[in-house]
């Protein structure tokens, strides 16, 4: 268990060396809390541990988890480069300052003013479908033009069947028998293919699946590499490190599996002789995913037919649970060493039953007026909220060495008509 959890001698939750309740005072509730040094503690173990078995490594954060443009200031200060999965994420890396040789565009479904304006970014582009080779190809002078391709390992994994990116059943990525045409393709059309990638999922903490998916993509990579004649600048194997969200759970050992995969990977460049090419991983989750907490305040407890604590946060803010019935672990913020003692669900504030953050949970005695903590809201909760019911979306707060600073503002009533327009004969 690594809940990360940092609790003061009084038994209340410490985030970035300040009293979690004090920030919520400060700033009010529903509130992401970002905590600056676990984001570079979980940067560092990635890529210390992979860099003691392979030099040429490089981390891709998958932007998708957490966009703001103060965490992603962090991870361009670690030495970070980026996986970008649409042009607005190019945008918002390029904004956060990476240079393009620092972003990998992964696009599916892409458009083609979409393939131009990466283009016009200098940005490399992961093409994930044939259709897409071929419009790009007329979009750009292919000659000698930098091109990698995305693959279904025909294995994937992940927390929930949303999150499987890879096998039979997946949008994503080039068939792996038809690969080597592809690059052959593209090598005709005068494009120069770099690099080869897969993403097979999210939320892996076995390291099975994509020890497997591992070997499929340096099967393919090989058989690519020989029928199409190519030389890989770089294998990506994706992203999709797990955490624990349960206490119960285990953490994925990353020195132990930097061993595997740098395994897998030297023996199989090896033995298919693809040389000595950049080894790529792309989480995201990873690195932001415990960094955050959104705390949230007790407002109702409802002794209905179940027991109902209700808060002020709800699946606007934090869409894990309802989307994929996902757990996080959920703490009074000011005593969490209680343990559990009666069962509750705790409800959000949104008009849907679905709008649980826990059902049949045990947590110690809470009353209105309570702060809870929902815990690993780093990843996939901000970048997921919505003005859903007319909810402003809370605000995102960065902690770090007993200081707290506003990386975004809480939305006001105004900010949910940004952009909207009454036609002037509907108007009073
Ligand atoms: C979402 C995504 C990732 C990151 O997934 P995590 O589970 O957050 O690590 C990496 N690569 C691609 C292409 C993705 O779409």
Do not use: W
Not at 373 to 397: C, D, K, T
């Amino acid at each position: 268990m690594d809940l990360n959890l940092k609790i003061n001698g009084n038994g209340k939750l410490v985030i970035g060396n300040i009293d979690s309740s004090k920030i919520a005072e400060e700033y009010g509730t529903p509130v992401y809390i970002t905590d600056e040094k676990r984001i570079r503690e979980n940067y560092r173990r990635v890529f210390n541990a992979f860099t003691k078995y392979h030099e040429k490594f490089k981390i891709l954060y998958a932007c998708k988890a957490n966009p703001n443009l103060a965490v992603m200031r962090i991870l361009e200060e670690e030495g970070s480069s980026i996986d970008a999965v649409s042009p607005g994420e190019v945008y918002t890396s390029l904004k956060a300052g990476f240079s393009p040789d620092r972003i990998l565009f992964t696009g599916n479904n892409v458009k083609n003013d979409e393939l131009e304006f990466i283009n016009e970014k200098n940005v490399l582009i992961n093409l994930d479908s044939i259709s897409q080779l071929e419009r790009l190809s007329k979009i750009v002078d292919p000659e000698n033009y930098k091109i990698s391709f995305r693959v279904n390992p025909m294995v994937g994994a992940g927390h929930h069947a949303h999150c499987i990116t890879g096998g039979v059943m997946s949008k994503f990525g080039i068939k792996e028998e038809e690969a080597p045409e592809v690059y052959k393709k593209a090598v005709d059309l005068g494009f120069k293919p770099i690099g080869i990638h897969s993403h097979i999922g999210s939320g892996i903490l076995d390291p099975k699946p994509f020890k497997l998916a591992s070997n499929a993509l340096l099967d393919i990579a090989g058989n690519v590499a020989s029928k199409a004649d190519i030389d890989f600048e770089f294998l990506d194997f994706g992203g999709g490190l797990g955490i624990p969200y349960k206490p119960e759970e285990n953490i994925l050992e990353i020195d132990k599996f930097a061993k595997e995969i740098t395994d897998i990977f030297k023996t199989k460049t090896g033995e298919y002789g693809l040389g000595n090419p950049y080894l790529y991983i792309e989480p995201g989750r990873y690195l932001v995913g415990d960094a955050s907490v959104l705390l949230t305040r007790v407002n109702t407890i409802k002794n209905s037919y179940r027991k109902f604590i209700g808060v002020d946060a709800g699946f606007n803010t934090l869409l894990r649970p309802a989307m994929y019935d996902s757990y996080h672990h959920i703490v009074p913020v000011n005593n969490v060493f209680e343990k559990g003692n009666e069962k509750v669900d705790v409800a959000g504030n949104v008009c849907e039953s679905g709008d649980l953050f826990a059902r049949d949970r045990p947590l110690p005695k809470v009353k209105e007026g309570d702060l809870l903590a929902i815990l690993n809201a780093g990843a996939y909760s901000f970048s997921m909220a919505s003005q859903y019911n007319s909810r402003p979306i809370p605000a995102e707060v960065l902690v770090n060495k007993g200081k707290s600073e506003l990386i975004r503002e809480r939305e006001t009533f105004e900010d949910l008509f940004n952009k909207q327009i009454i036609p002037k004969r509907l108007e009073k």
